[in-house]
């Protein structure tokens, strides 16, 4: 359950920094952050986060407009707050049996 409870908490941080700065064609932080969250959210089996990861990635490599990136990013957040939420849901849980 702690990579899951790392997962809620670190990549919230990728998130709102990829949300809060604009980013250009081949944006070596940006790419880097996108295939963070693509390859955490695959390596814990979490649905949903690492397609437009994915695609986000290959987004800022090409240079896409700044409304299909911003679509995937919107895309990535809002998966993330689901599962952030569920994650902290079971959590709690844990923490009040054990």
Known sequence: MARFRDF???YRASI????????????????RLAHSLKGGSAF?????????????ELAILRGA?????THLIDRIDQRYEEIAAMI???TMGEEGHG
């Open 8 to 10: 809620a908490l670190d």
């Open 16 to 31: 709102d920094h990829l949300k809060a700065h604009p980013i250009a064609e081949g944006d070596g932080e940006a790419r």
């Open 44 to 56: 814990l089996g979490i649905i949903g986060i690492q397609e437009p990861a994915d695609q986000l």
């Open 65 to 69: 407009e700044a409304t299909t990136i």
């Open 88 to 90: 902290r849901e079971i």
